[in-house]
């Protein structure tokens, strides 16, 4: 590394970096500051006529409908990251602690189903919880249940249950990393020195592990708010969320200013959240210690 | 005692995982319209179909031409952005790299119909160009994290070695830079290529008339007269994933040292 200390290596590296922040800037920075302008404009049109409005952020808070749509994508998002990780843990928790030598081949299983199309993945939970899907024609043929049950798919119970699946990996990941980290010998002073084994994982290993559940809860949390394919597919009326109102702005109803400040205002929502999250898992982290 | 519980609760948890994909190349090779139980017996005729449907081996072409170009332009941007990050001082490192890997926090949703305003308002019309742009923007951060943690790993006196025996910087490059760097790359294109090839909502706003292979396979799950092939095609995607990861994870952790062995992005 120091090698390269004269000011003639380093400008080698602002070229090097360069394209890459040239293609974000225009795939990435540009169309979020163009969304802005959008959701200030009054017209459908492109051109801010009549000056900037905050028309459109005061419908998104003020329509009862669609400050709903905001809590439930907010609560279907929070239900699914807890869940995701907390059924995560232990098994992360088995693979860096317990599987031996077959860690890596453990690791290949658990991210191998995550790979297939995303699509079909969702999709597999409307073939297993419709109404004469797996569940229901299984059970029916075992002659368990007389008729369909019919509260299976189509609520929100549907979208927390496919979301948990399909974003596993993401939680299973960073908190194996952070557990992999921990130094063994912290745990075996703790044991010399009297600990129980709930003790030393109270105190040692889930303080050590936070900072891959807070990276498995952003991962999770963020980009499931925005999902438009599993409310579309299992959430039914009842499961809507809040992109999949966005995306009817930029179909058929056709209002885009709506539906940027929509979009914006979705960021801005889950940016704060998340950062208030990460403060107070940290704080709660350092009380734990 | 404890570990054997924690050992059961891994089994149950990877049927989890598995169980609802598995049940697409089953129903797949079973002879109903109708995915329910009982199986009405083994047929092919899903894949015949499949195999002559034009409309899906069109979206298939569009999708591998996406996934191929996101996956070498991505790779491209990653490997020089790597290489500045890990070898050179430089001022605004971490908000470089935090600009960079901004997509990871956006919801899709968002990068998607951010980007249809700017094309939009650039007059440029929809096409598969326009669906390599949004990905670019979602693959660079994988490609970057890929080839970061290799470069990393990387011995630069093997470098110097190289020129202090008599070798140009080309050759240098040639001989001992880039089959260093070969397993790092190979890994970055195959993860670039699957994100890409799996992305659907970026696509579906941003692909106009040439729908890409997510987008073409939503727009068959409105029939459910087709759902059996849509199976079909679900299951063959699955197959060639799971060799694609399987080869990614090889080629990523050969040449490093076993406490280096990581898996995902």
Known sequence: ?289 | MRHRALALYAGAYLAFLYLPVLFLPLFSFNDSHYIAFPLSGFTLRWYQALAADAAMLQALSNSLKVGAVTALLSTLLGLLAAKAVTQYRLRGKGAMLGFIGLPLFIPDIVLGIALLLLIAAMGVPLSLATVVLGHLCLCTPFALAVLIARFEGFDRNLEEASADLGEGPLMTFRRVTFPLMLPGIMASLLLTFIVSFDEFLIAYFLSGTEATLPVFIWSQLRFPARLPVVLALGALILLVSVALVVLAEVLRNRGLPPDKTRIGA
């Open chain 1, 1 to 289: 590394m120091a090698a390269k200390t004269a000011a003639g290596g380093n400008d080698a590296g602002y070229l090097l970096i360069g394209p890459a922040l040239g293609v974000m800037a225009l795939a990435l920075a540009a169309p979020l500051a163009l969304l802005f302008l959008y959701s200030l404009t009054r017209t459908t049109g492109p051109v801010l006529e009549g000056g900037p409005t905050l028309t459109h952020y005061a419908e998104v808070l003020g329509r009862e409908g669609y400050r709903a749509l905001f809590w439930r994508s907010l609560g279907i998002s929070a239900l699914v990251t807890a869940a995701t990780v907390a059924l995560a843990y232990p098994m992360a928790y088995f693979v860096a602690f317990h599987a031996g030598r077959r860690k890596f081949l453990w690791l290949v299983a658990l991210t191998i189903p995550f790979w297939t199309s995303y699509l079909l993945r969702v999709f597999a939970w409307k073939v297993i919880l419709g109404y004469g899907g797996v569940i229901n024609s299984g059970l029916m043929a075992a002659g368990l249940i007389a008729a369909p049950l019919d509260f299976l798919l189509y609520n929100p119970f549907a979208v927390v249950v496919t979301l948990t699946h399909a974003w596993a990996a993401f939680a299973i990941l960073p908190i194996y990393v952070s557990l992999e980290k921990i130094d063994r010998t912290l745990l075996e002073a703790a044991a010399d020195l009297g600990d129980s084994p709930l003790r030393r994982f109270l105190r040692i290993t889930l303080p050590l592990s936070m900072p891959g559940v807070i990276g498995a809860a952003l991962l999770i949390f963020i980009p499931t708010t925005g999902d438009y394919v599993t409310p579309a597919l299992v959430g039914g009326p009842e499961g809507a969320m809040i992109a999949n109102i966005i995306s009817v702005q930029f179909d058929r109803v056709g209002n885009w200013p709506l539906g940027a400040a929509m979009a914006l205002s979705t960021m801005a929502v889950v940016a704060v959240l998340a950062g208030l999250f990460v403060a107070a898992a940290r704080a709660a982290t350092r009380a734990a210690r």
